[in-house]
T-cell receptor, first 114, second 113 residues
Framework: DTAVSQTPKYLVTQMGNDKSIKCEQNLGHDTMYWYKQDSKKFLKIMFSYNNKELIINETVPNRFSPKSPDKAHLNLHINSLELGDSAVYFC?????????????FGPGTRLTVL | SQKIEQNSEALNIQEGKTATLTCNYTNYSPAYLQWYRQDPGRGPVFLLLIRENEKEKRKERLKVTFDTTLKQSLFHITASQPADSATYLCALDVTGGGNKLTFGTGTQLKVEL
């Protein structure tokens, strides 16, 4: 029943490791997003895909690489993790454009880099 | 520079009162503005979207106003309840491109008995 799901919910890892976060939506939406929410609760867009095509790529280090195998999935791979990558990462989806449509968020993945 | 500002302080009100949260923005006139609710440990949940030609929008106990002259949106919760305690985020497009939402930092609301 879950509309937007993410795995894992918690991720604790050492600096320098590579990790992935998976996201799936069963709403039939065309657009998916990755957001980062830092310790001050500021929610910032990282990437957006529309029908598997990258449409937003904010100023994010190229250690972060999103991958969309199909329009229901958007995964986030992070190489060479750094302390500053610790945050909560949210996946979201919307039927179409981000500005005019409701965005549905996943439960978040809390990443802690030690 | 900060383009979207919400009440930085937490807002504490008594049950039954009306809570009013503020969202101010600069530099751009967005065509749409959205409000979301976020509970601790959860993702934001959409509440309302208001268009620039809509001065006011209501949904049950929620009311949103959008003043494009003042560049401000007000979010009201009437007859507030402890269950309304959460962080409320406004979001809008500050780029004009129509392809990206920027979120405010949120206002934490606590409704006390």
């Amino acid at each position: 029943d879950t509309a937007v799901s993410q795995t894992p919910k918690y991720l604790v890892t050492q600096m320098g490791n590579d990790k992935s976060i998976k996201c799936e939506q069963n709403l039939g939406h065309d657009t998916m997003y990755w957001y980062k929410q830092d310790s001050k609760k500021f929610l910032k867009i990282m990437f957006s895909y529309n029908n598997k095509e990258l449409i937003i790529n904010e100023t994010v280090p190229n250690r972060f690489s999103p991958k969309s195998p199909d329009k229901a999935h958007l995964n986030l791979h992070i190489n060479s993790l750094e302390l500053g990558d610790s945050a909560v990462y949210f996946c979201a989806s919307s039927p179409g454009g981000p500005v005019t449509d409701t965005q549905y968020f996943g439960p978040g993945t809390r990443l802690t880099v030690l | 520079s900060q383009k979207i500002e919400q009440n930085s302080e937490a807002l504490n009100i008594q049950e039954g009162k009306t809570a009013t949260l503020t969202c101010n923005y600069t530099n751009y006139s967005p065509a749409y503005l959205q409000w979301y609710r976020q509970d601790p440990g959860r993702g934001p949940v959409f509440l309302l979207l208001i268009r620039e030609n809509e001065k006011e929008k209501r949904k049950e106990r929620l009311k949103v106003t959008f003043d494009t002259t003042l560049k401000q949106s007000l979010f009201h919760i009437t007859a507030s309840q402890p269950a309304d305690s959460a962080t409320y985020l406004c979001a809008l497009d500050v780029t004009g491109g129509g392809n990206k939402l920027t979120f405010g930092t949120g206002t934490q609301l606590k409704v006390e008995l």
